[in-house]
């Protein structure tokens, strides 16, 4: 399968490119009386790293509006790691879940006027009709109206100003609660949440080290995003890197892949060092469960604490995190890079891809 992957990078100088983003307008769809969604079904349980087969793309009819009700067409979908473990949870015939930036084509809602910008778990779909006022309990069916993010892309409403930021904001913050001086390090460094926390550290005054997967990421790091020190964790030894970045120890782990490597720094941790652990993606694919040292002797004679959260523990303070964010991408204090797969029939392949470390910054699709 043949699929367009294009970057999109921000920096003070340039917002977005031209060619690969618009603000409003994105499709113009004449509206029927009857309209078809796409979506992607779950069909075939994952074993290791997913394949195109485990999905199954199908068309399902709409219904009518109710009062109340809205007609949302995707124009940026998200792929985020969390999909694969949760996946564990999920019926098969489950439409795969997933956030999107979508665009009210057709209301009978006048809180959601057509041409709003909306952000929901709607799926791997490329329209849904919902009614934005019933709220719920449930994190992944909380719908937004996308925050006015000036000249940035929408999409960022699904990565530095979305989720992953809020993820960096919240996660690295309020339980590494980091100090002046600090020596922090990201594990899943060029991610859509590694990434961030890097550049919230050093806006914090630490110094940082990141673990990247490619030479190419490292680069990226270090000469675009600030980090003081970056290793290509496939092919550094990672006792000898930490003891160059880090000679004197290290306070703060913002661990986002788990096993091994996460063994390493936690070793190399500084006695009441915080450990902040958001995600294991080094497992998610694994067939075999993965043998690691037990975690308790580092934690008892370092005092470390570590732990893991899920950020819908902060939903009450999403404004803020969001606010935040856009303030920090604004004044230049944090830059921010998108990968972009154009085609909604390409969902599965930017996933499996993202699983497969090919992003940098947020996997995005542009439906």
Not at 241 to 270: I, T, W
């Amino acid at each position: 399968m043949h699929r367009r992957v294009s970057l999109l990078v921000y920096d003070t100088c340039r917002w977005i490119l031209p060619s690969t983003c618009h603000s409003v307008g994105f499709h113009s769809t004449t509206i029927k009386e009857a309209i078809s969604a796409k979506k992607f079904v779950f069909t075939k349980r994952f074993q290791g790293l997913p394949q195109l087969d485990n999905f199954s793309l199908e068309k399902e009819e709409l219904p009518e509006l109710k009062p109340g009700d809205v007609l949302c067409e995707a124009l940026y979908l998200s792929v985020d790691p969390y999909m694969r473990p949760y996946s564990l949870s999920w019926p098969l015939g489950t439409t795969m879940k997933g956030g999107q930036v979508s665009k009210v084509i057709e209301s009978k809602n006048e809180k959601f006027p057509v041409g709003s910008l909306l952000v929901g778990y709607f799926g791997w779909r490329t329209h849904t009709v919902v009614n934005p006022d019933v709220r719920s309990k449930d994190f992944m069916e909380q719908i937004t109206v996308l925050p006015n993010l000036g000249t940035l892309c929408p999409s960022v409403g699904l990565g530095a100003v979305g989720m992953p930021g809020n993820s960096a904001y919240f996660g690295f913050l309020e339980i590494c609660k980091p100090k002046h001086g600090d020596v922090v390090v990201v594990s899943g460094a060029a991610g859509a949440v590694g990434s961030l926390v890097g550049q919230i550290a050093k806006i914090k005054g630490c110094h940082v080290i990141g673990f990247a997967g490619s030479d190419e990421k490292v680069k990226w790091l270090t000469d675009e995003l600030g980090f003081d020190n970056a290793y290509n964790y496939k092919t550094c030894d990672w006792k000898s890197s930490l003891k160059e970045g880090a000679p004197n120890g290290v306070d703060c782990y913002f661990d986002n892949v788990g096993g091994q490597l996460s063994v390493a720094v936690r070793s190399h941790m500084n006695d009441f060092g915080r450990i902040s652990v958001c995600g294991a993606i080094s497992l998610y694919n694994d067939t075999v469960p993965t043998l690691v040292p037990c975690v308790e002797p580092a934690m008892v004679f370092k005092q470390l604490r570590m732990e893991g959260f899920l950020v819908h523990r902060w939903t009450h303070r999403f404004l803020e995190g969001m606010g935040q964010m856009s303030t920090w991408i604004q004044e230049g204090k944090i830059k921010i890079k998108e990968t972009h797969t154009n085609g909604f029939e390409n969902m599965p392949a930017a996933f499996i891809d993202m699983l497969k470390g090919g992003n940098f910054g947020k996997a995005i699709v542009k439906a």
